[in-house]
């Protein structure tokens, strides 16, 4: 059982990534999925979050109007644009059973963590 996230890697200034978070030996509808990032000497923040449906989404304040989290069958995605050097971080999806809003507030009942995709963004 296990989360699997890709897409990382480096990209300029004003640029785009999209991250997917994967599932395997789970079904990823049961669970509220959360994109976290964690830069060196600080603390792991949440990104953003989306509800077993995909009807419920929240956003960290420095990433509204420029990510948009979506889920598809046993895949979840954060599409990132304008992305800024504030950006580069390592980026790791989980599931939890919780609402979006409080996974991404408290990052608790997190049942599953992905490895991490590192995202640098440099000119």
């Known amino acids: 059982l296990q989360l699997v996230e890709s897409g990382g890697g480096l990209v300029q200034p004003g640029g785009s990534l999209r991250l997917s978070c994967a599932a395997s030996?789970?079904?990823?509808?049961?669970?509220?999925i959360g994109w976290f990032r964690q830069a060196p000497g600080k603390e792991r923040e949440g990104v953003s979050c989306?509800?077993?449906?995909?009807?419920s989404t929240t956003y960290a304040d420095s990433v509204k109007g420029r990510f948009t989290i979506s889920r598809d069958k046993n895949t979840v995605y954060l599409q990132m644009d304008s992305l800024k050097p504030e950006d580069t971080a390592g980026y790791y999806c989980a599931a939890a059973i919780t609402t979006a809003q409080r996974l991404c507030q408290t990052m608790t009942r997190i049942a599953y963590w992905g490895q991490g995709t590192q995202v640098t963004v440099s000119s």
């Open positions: 030996g789970l079904t990823l509808d049961d669970y509220t």
């Open positions: 989306i509800s077993t449906s995909g009807g």
